[in-house]
């Protein structure tokens, strides 16, 4: 685990659970709801910079100008539907790859071992899950309805609910052995559809407890 690692956990905190729905929207209308999620990533990515990578001021810079072009030109762009998912990935690889590319270009080579490269590893793996997960979920869902289907606040139960799911899928792949954790997964889903859920509620069930143990898995073996 390296610098890469700790400035992406940085950037998903600022992204995910440091940026919600009242910020969405504010960021949204407004080029003063940009600049306020901006400086919320700057504060969060900033002490990164400055103890982990080389001439962190011009760095710091092309952080701050890229984060902001890049959410104002999504903000401008995306439309309600598949469009709008495929923009949060976009707009998230792009994201990812600034990131690599500071790291890259300034020859930051500090490395974490031990404790702390567990806990950044682990707060990735969480914030992706669950707060990401949230609106993957979310916009699928979405995109499922069509044009109506746009960017709105996630109701509190189903939040809530998909947390909790999303939370014990993360906790069984890291916790239980992998016959445990597929069995228990695939019990899940199979229950979703012997309850005869709407097409929409399962698919949003089958997404999550996927992008849960996805991102799980992916992170758990991925060097960053």
């Known amino acids: 685990m390296g610098v890469f690692g700790a400035l992406l956990l940085a950037h998903l905190l600022g992204d995910f659970p440091c940026q919600p729905y009242p910020l969405i ?4 209308a407004s080029l003063r709801g940009l600049a306020v999620h901006v400086a919320i990533q700057v504060a969060l990515t900033l002490p990164v910079l400055i103890w982990f990578v080389p001439a962190w001021g011009w760095w710091a810079l092309i952080l701050v100008s890229s984060h902001f072009l890049i959410d104002w030109l999504k903000v401008r762009l995306t439309r309600a539907g598949w469009v709008e998912l495929a923009a949060f990935f976009l707009d998230q690889a792009a994201h990812f790859a600034v990131l690599w590319v500071i790291v890259r270009a300034s020859g930051a080579a500090t490395t974490f071992g ?3 490269a567990e806990v950044l590893r682990l707060g990735i793996i969480l ?4 707060y990401a997960g949230a609106v993957v979920v979310f916009l699928v869902g979405a ?3 069509g044009p109506d289907g746009g960017f709105a606040p996630i ?4 939040r809530w609910r998909g947390t ?3 939370t014990i899928m993360v906790v069984g792949v890291l916790l239980l052995p992998a016959a445990i954790w597929i069995v228990l997964a695939a019990g899940y889903v199979l229950a979703a559809v012997l309850l005869k859920r709407e097409r929409q509620v399962l698919v949003k069930h089958i997404v999550s407890v996927t992008w849960a143990l996805a991102v799980t898995l992916l992170v758990g073996q991925v060097t960053v």
């Open 114 to 116: 031990g404790v702390t």
């Open 25 to 28: 929207r504010w960021k949204i």
């Open 155 to 158: 109701p509190s139960p189903e």
């Open 143 to 145: 995109a499922l309805k």
């Open 127 to 130: 914030v992706l899950a669950i």
């Open 164 to 166: 909790l799911e999303r």
